[in-house]
């Protein structure tokens, strides 16, 4: 889960960028980086900053100006896959042939080993980091220079290329890579796991494009959310703002992943044509419907949320119950998103600095705590004990979101069993794990119905990480012994050890 944007406009763009990925900073907070093409008219000379940590700490105002003109791309970073430690490893990633190519990419290759060998092996590339997403870059790099060879490169031949991107790689993939003297492309894998959109804005010089994980990027930024780009579509945007599309891959059907809407996105974005929030309240229904099937609703005093993204869900739950519903945790918002730090140790630490609990909302009352998804059990099971310790006569549990059971391979941080609380434990054994008085799960099914039934032309879900299905089909036992072999350092270790050949990546390339 990253997130990334790529614009082309008709004035200077890194104030743009920078606005944009303080918009998707909830889908990385690990690193941050912005490349800008320009000043000069036809768009060769590429301006580059990428750093580890946020947005507001990677860019200070000498960084900004550093990066001039009005095409440019940027990427929030968060890693399943490489070198947590290394800056290295941050987005965007460069290559000087052919024309000059930037990529940023969020999701996760399946087949990025393969490709590792192939790229060296036949293409005769060379990798200097353990990123998937400079597999995928070089890769492009490869399909472009041999579908543009003693050709001009027009549309006709970037599709070409994507269409040979898609049948070379495997796994989940939405990309915008800035071409040299070009224009944007942006594309999307052949499930639409990953999402991807796209706008457009009116200014007095012209028309402005930008394409964004989210469309709450392009909303915050002035633009008009046009659509999303289609599983397996390719979007081409020239220097001129022109959009050229066209679908690259064969059989592509529209499968995005389910836990984009329990939890990664945010509530005000719209994906694939179905509100997020909406989506949350419909799973707080049939939530209802799951908890009024397992106990006597009678039990609950009070409707309680974690803080924030099961507060629709919540909401929703407490109404069809009847039940009040109360903020009982303050979020401390300079705390960042306790599921995606890198680290146990960390999320743990993490977990009481992050939330408070108001006495007064627990004392003497049963508690019905909401969260999104439990997927490693510790940060419940703290949270648990502090609704105890703030004088809560029983806390109940429920999950807007089934048991989080099977690893996730396509670019969430879920990469190995071990560390899911629900795999190969019964919901009983889970309860007292987490220390609840009773733990409601959401079902698989209603789950998917939920969502489902807000758009009728999706051809179903990734959800892989409840349902044990791979939506790919090229996902095996020993995929997941790599895939955890490639788990990012973690926070804990000594970052001495991380250490590797640093290239210079702050300045212009």
């Known amino acids: 889960m990253c997130g990334i944007v790529g614009v082309i406009s008709t004035a200077p763009v890194n104030q743009l960028i920078y606005d944009a990925l303080l918009l998707l900073q909830h889908r990385g907070q690990d690193a941050a980086g912005i490349v800008t093409a320009g000043p000069d008219a036809k768009g060769r000379k590429f301006f580059m900053h990428k ?249 609950v005093d009070v409707v309680i949320p974690i803080p924030e993204s099961s507060r629709p869900s919540a909401m929703q739950l407490a109404q069809k119950l009847g039940k009040p519903y109360r903020e009982g945790f303050v979020k401390n918002r300079y705390v960042g998103r306790t599921f995606i730090m890198p680290g146990q140790g960390m999320r743990k630490k993490s977990v009481r600095q992050k939330l408070n609990a108001i006495v007064s909302e627990f004392k003497g009352r049963n508690v019905l705590l909401v969260d999104d998804s439990i997927v490693r059990g510790t940060t419940s099971k703290e949270i648990v004990q502090m609704a105890r310790e703030a004088g809560a006569r029983k806390v109940f549990m429920a999950s807007a979101a089934p048991p989080v059971r099977f690893p996730n391979v396509y670019g969430i941080d879920m990469p190995t069993k071990g560390e899911l609380i629900a795999h190969d434990r019964s919901i009983e054994e889970i309860r007292q794990f987490i220390g609840a008085d009773a733990l409601i799960y959401q079902d698989i099914a209603a789950m998917k119905r939920a969502v489902g039934s807000l758009n009728p032309k999706l051809a179903g879900f990734e959800a892989s990480c409840f349902d044990g299905v791979y939506i790919t089909g090229d996902v095996s036992a020993a995929d997941f012994e790599a895939l955890a072999a490639q788990r990012p350092l973690q926070l804990e270790e000594d970052a001495e050890s991380a250490s590797r050949l640093a290239l210079q990546s702050a300045t212009e390339v």
């Not at 580890?52 to 990427?75: A, H, K």
């Not at 460069?94 to 060998?117: I, S």
């Not at 050709?151 to 989940?172: C, D, M, Q, W, Y």
């Open 51 to 299: 750093a580890r940590g946020m947005v507001r700490d990677v860019f200070r105002t000498r960084n900004m100006r550093g990066l001039p003109g009005t095409v440019g791309l940027g990427q929030v970073r968060y890693p399943t896959a490489g070198n947590a430690y290394s800056e290295e490893e941050a987005q965007p990633f460069y290559v000087n042939a052919p024309f000059g190519l930037v990529l940023v990419h969020n999701g996760n290759l399946t087949n990025a080993h393969a490709l590792k060998q192939e790229l060296f092996a036949v293409d005769r590339r060379h990798l200097n980091t353990d990123s998937d997403t400079e597999v995928l870059l070089n890769v492009v790099a490869h399909e472009l220079e041999l579908a543009a060879r003693d050709l001009p490169l027009t549309p006709n031949e970037i599709f070409k290329a994507v269409g040979a991107v898609h049948r070379r790689i495997k796994g989940s993939y939405a990309v915008v890579c800035l071409i040299a003297g070009h224009g944007v492309l942006a594309f999307r894998d052949p499930f639409g796991i990953r999402p991807l959109c796209m706008g457009e804005t009116d200014t007095p010089a012209g028309k402005g494009v930008m394409v964004a994980s989210e469309s709450v990027a392009l909303e915050g930024t002035g633009h008009r959310l046009l659509r999303d780009v289609a599983p397996g579509e390719a979007v081409f945007i020239d220097l001129e703002g022109r959009i050229h599309a066209r679908q690259c891959a064969a059989n592509a059907s529209l499968n995005p992943c389910v836990f984009e809407f329990v939890y990664l996105a945010r509530p005000d974005s719209v994906i694939d044509g179905i509100s997020v929030y909406q989506a949350r309240l419909n799973m707080g229904e049939t939530l209802a419907q799951r908890l009024i099937s397992t106990m006597p609703p009678s039990e």
